[in-house]
T-cell receptor
Framework: KAGVTQTPRYLIKTRGQQVTLSCSPISGHRSVSWYQQTPGQGLQFLFEYFSETQRNKGNFPGRFSGRQFSNSRSEMNVSTLELGDSALYLC????????????FGPGTRLLVL | EDQVTQSPEALRLQEGESSSLNCSYTVSGLRGLFWYRQDPGKGPEFLFT???AGEEKEKERLKATLTKKESFLHITAPKPEDSATYLC?????????FGQGTRLTINP
């Protein structure tokens, strides 16, 4: 079974721009969660999508948004980029129940200049 | 608020020197405790899921245990390839909450 895939793997943007990241979950998984990882804050939850609906949301500003398509693929968008948005963005998929294991993709490394 | 604290922050061992990593947690309604391994620049790799106090799971040189307040990841006779950051996460009512991780280095 193929794992979680994320594209692109690396991105360089400048302040004020916007960016869209993509995540394809493991086949059959209906839940996709997004996390931001930085050296100072660790792994922080952004949001979770299940069956095309946002089910949970973390404490991030509205510049961070996402969506999920009918095939469970998900995209995350960050508008008006700030220097502090530089991070590793990780996507994780699971079958959907809260107690089920989440499997992570390789991440997208975003650098904002 | 759900919280996870991992200790130590960093641990350096000699090859073959066994030790344990700690994960203390407070959560309202534990739905699972998860251990992951993360290599630099890569996504976390799943290791174990524990659901109830007293549960134990093993995989090669690793063994995870769970009590009502903490979990331990025991590493027996580690090898240099076990060097990584080990992350602990608890599943609460709505989301996973991660600890800051323990950076483990195994010297040959």
């Amino acid at each position: 079974k193929a794992g979680v895939t994320q594209t692109p793997r690396y991105l360089i943007k400048t302040r004020g721009q916007q960016v869209t990241l993509s995540c394809s979950p493991i086949s059959g998984h209906r839940s996709v969660s997004w996390y931001q990882q930085t050296p100072g804050q660790g792994l922080q939850f952004l949001f979770e999508y299940f069956s095309e609906t946002q089910r949970n949301k973390g404490n991030f500003p509205g510049r961070f948004s996402g969506r999920q398509f009918s095939n469970s693929r998900s995209e995350m968008n960050v508008s008006t980029l700030e220097l502090g948005d530089s991070a590793l963005y990780l996507c994780a998929s699971s079958a959907g129940q809260p107690q089920e294991t989440q499997y992570f993709g390789p991440g997208t490394r975003l650098l904002v200049l | 608020e759900d919280q996870v604290t991992q200790s130590p922050e960093a641990l350096r061992l000699q090859e073959g020197e066994s030790s344990s990593l700690n994960c203390s947690y407070t959560v309202s309604g534990l739905r699972g405790l998860f251990w992951y391994r993360q290599d630099p620049g890569k996504g976390p790799e799943f290791l174990f899921t524990l659901y109830s106090a007293g549960e134990e799971k093993e995989k090669e040189r690793l063994k995870a245990t769970l009590t009502k307040k903490e979990s331990f990841l025991h590493i027996t006779a580690p090898k240099p390839e076990d060097s990584a950051t080990y992350l602990c996460a608890v599943g609460g009512a709505q989301k996973l909450v991660f600890g800051q991780g323990t950076r483990l280095t195994i010297n040959p």
